[in-house]
């Protein structure tokens, strides 16, 4: 059995939060003041109160030369922090990392593009801070402009770039590095589906030569086609390491399906009301209960509820509130005189394609239009970024808009 | 056989100076960018690295000729001048730049890896390029008035030596604590502003040390004041025997510098792994 490319035992990183500057950065001043202050106070601690924080926790894991590592998680897992350690940016707080061979990292499009140097001479800049060579860059230079197709702007300032270019620019040099281990964060969320699809190529390419590449990004697609080793990361802690189809699954699956499964406390005066809900359920278009949505899937909300007697023109109505208190919907049902009894009503979404995002329900029951039970600020319904929408995901963000339903739009030449 | 990297908290690095070595092609690089992008849009271009310190000497030699400051005989008083403030220009660029060097450099720290001191060497770096351009000016005027400066001009990359560590010791001191304290970043043209008015650049040193009435204990914290050593040595390297050396401050230049070195280096080495995380 060969040396592991890396091995990481017991990885852990803490951060302290400070909850009395709010600033990023501190102030002398207020260093100062601080200590004074703590000079006359007899509990040091009283001045300050310091949170820690572990963004990362307990990870291990191995990977053989030439593995392609997918780590995925949702927003604050731990993903870049984890890329941080292993590309040397930051240190640990415990546990070690063994690195054999050189790494190059890519955490952000164009780290140290100047946007006033020609594509010639950040080409030359770029290679050298990713840790290329003069002689290294000069012999694939030809090979990185061919690559990012801006032959013709070669001398032009890379301010004046579109940004496809400027994208396509900063990774071909980054897709030229010959490092033993590449770390590749969320680079392609930006750029043209074409592009992506020879970046992806490009990047197996790499690990075909017996390199390893490490592979963060929230589109499922893409670490699926690239990676197979997944990593799947929640609040720091490594939940599963696995083939990654396995990994992605679950993923999506969500760690724990409690968030999908709202039990609604049964109201003091329930006998004296109509009747009252007692449970509100997130299901996917199979009835499933799911935490999260992916954007562009269907979605249903299944809502449990008991009628004490006869109802006269009962109805059911859901509201779907943006995170910004901003209504976008109200849906209800037709107004029917109903028996007492356990109904279940179902509300079934398949037209409304909601950008990824948090959302607040709003649940009503109604007799003769006076409300008698409404839920507010209890029920979320999350899309999430992983996306099932294959054509446009990249306009896919919160500038896009909250609704993504295409229009039905035609393109006829004149003539 | 490929290198093996061992990543761990508080781990010092063995090969630390020879990481820096191996490094040296993104120092050449970095240092390039500055040099380019300083005068990118601008219709003169490379004129300027020669305009600028032609400015500053016009002005202190203004205002030295306004106050009539002593000039040794037979010297003009624009080469004087123009001695002390190549010197004071460099380091007082060089300072400044390597005190701001790695917060205007923030996204490369939190980005990608490379040891951190590139940052700060190759702003000095481009300081000293700028130097050596503006030297021409001195070499002119050395040519114009017929002033042949002798044997002793071999010394001056001694001195130069000398700023260079000045600079950057105090340079590097300031930058890591610019990292967790801003306020850094405005006490440093307090700090230039006021470095000006004690260095000998718009009068000379002679005039503190041979003057009978200042008490020794001025003339020492004088002194103290590493630049005043530069300073002074460069006119002794370029106006030969009409300017002298005072030993005893001379060498306090050197340990001051010496010392500054080493606590800058040492300071940088202690806070640099957290850089990523603070700034």
């Not at chain 1, 329900?361 to 929408?389: M, P």
């Amino acid at each position: 059995m060969s040396v592991p490319a890396i091995k990481v035992e017991n990885l852990g990183k803490q951060y302290i939060l400070n909850h009395l500057s709010k600033e990023r950065y501190t102030n002398l001043r207020d260093v100062i003041a601080r200590r004074a202050k703590s000079i006359f106070s007899s509990d040091p601690k009283a001045s300050s109160s310091k949170e820690e924080f572990w963004a990362l926790q307990d990870i291990s894991f191995e990977l053989e030369p030439g593995a392609r590592l997918g780590i995925i998680g949702r927003n604050g897992a731990g993903k870049s922090t984890l890329l941080k350690i292993l590309s040397r940016i930051t240190e640990p707080t415990n546990g070690r990392v063994t690195i054999e061979g050189r790494v190059a990292s890519l955490l952000e499009v164009g780290t140290g593009f100047h946007p006033e140097l020609s594509g010639r001479e950040n080409i030359y800049l770029n290679g050298s801070i990713l840790g290329m060579d003069k002689a290294e860059i000069r012999k694939k230079f030809d090979e990185i402009v061919a690559f990012a197709e801006v032959e013709r702007f070669l001398d032009t300032p890379v301010k004046r770039y579109s940004s496809g270019m400027y994208v396509r620019l900063a990774f071909a040099v980054a897709a030229h590095l010959e490092p033993e281990i590449l770390i590749v964060d969320e680079v392609l969320a930006v750029g043209d589906a074409a592009f992506q699809k020879k970046c992806l190529g490009k990047m197996r390419d790499v690990s075909g030569q017996g390199r390893t590449v490490i592979f963060v990004s929230h589109n499922m697609e893409a670490v699926q086609k690239l990676c197979t080793t997944g990593l799947l990361l929640h609040k720091g802690k490594l939940v599963t390491l696995g083939p990654i189809e396995q990994v992605t699954r679950k993923y999506m699956e969500g760690s724990d399906t409690g968030t999908a499964l709202y039990d609604i406390p049964v109201p003091e005066n329930k006998e004296k009301e109509y009747g009252f809900v007692h449970r509100i359920q997130v299901e996917d278009e199979k009835g499933n209960p799911v935490p999260e949505i992916p954007v562009g899937a269907n979605w249903q909300i299944r809502v449990l509820f008991r009628l004490n007697r006869v109802t006269p023109s009962f109805v059911a109505g859901l509201g779907l509130v943006s995170y910004l208190d901003f209504p976008i919907r109200t849906s209800w049902s037709q107004p029917a005189d109903t028996n007492a009894g356990e109904y279940e009503v179902l509300f079934k979404n398949d037209d409304l394609m909601l950008v990824s995002g948090q959302y607040k329900l709003v649940i009503g029951l109604s007799a003769e239009g006076k409300t008698f039970q409404y839920i507010n600020e209890l029920v979320t319904l999350s899309i999430s970024e992983i996306s099932t929408l294959t054509h446009n995901e990249r306009i896919v963000n919160q500038e896009s808009g909250l609704i993504l339903n295409p229009m039905n739009i035609t393109i006829t030449p004149l003539k | 056989m490929p290198s093996r990297i061992i990543i761990e908290h508080g781990s010092k690095s063995k090969s630390y100076w020879k990481d820096i070595w191996n490094y040296r092609g993104l120092l050449y690089f970095l240092a390039w960018r500055d040099v380019l992008v300083r005068y990118k849009q601008t219709s003169i271009g490379i004129i300027w690295s020669l305009l600028r310190p032609l400015m500053t000497i016009a002005v202190m030699w203004f205002i030295g000729w306004l106050f009539g400051s002593h000039v040794p005989e037979g010297v003009p008083r624009i080469l004087v001048v123009c001695a002390a403030t190549l010197p004071w220009s460099f380091f007082s660029s060089a300072f400044s730049d390597a005190s701001n060097s790695l917060l205007v450099n923030s996204n490369l720290l939190s980005k990608v890896y490379f040891p951190r001191l590139l940052i700060p060497i190759s702003s000095v770096l481009v300081c000293l390029i700028d130097f050596l351009i503006s030297f021409a000016i001195l070499l002119f005027l050395l040519v114009v008035f017929r002033f042949n400066p002798g044997w002793k001009i071999c010394f001056l990359p001694l001195f130069l030596g000398l700023a260079f560590m000045i600079a950057m010791g105090t340079g590097l001191f300031i930058a890591a604590l610019n990292v967790k304290f801003r306020d850094f970043r405005y006490i440093v043209p307090f700090i230039v502003q006021f470095g000006l008015y004690v260095s000998p650049v718009a009068f000379s040193s002679d005039y503190i040390f041979k003057h009978k009435s200042i008490p020794e204990a001025v003339k020492f914290i004088y002194a103290m004041n590493p630049m005043v050593g530069v300073i002074d040595g460069f006119r002794w390297c370029i106006l030969g025997n009409s300017m002298s050396i005072y030993i005893p401050g001379f060498i306090t230049s050197i340990v001051i510098s010496v010392l500054s070195l080493i606590l800058g280096v040492w300071y940088f080495r202690k806070t640099e792994k957290s850089f990523a995380d603070v700034i």
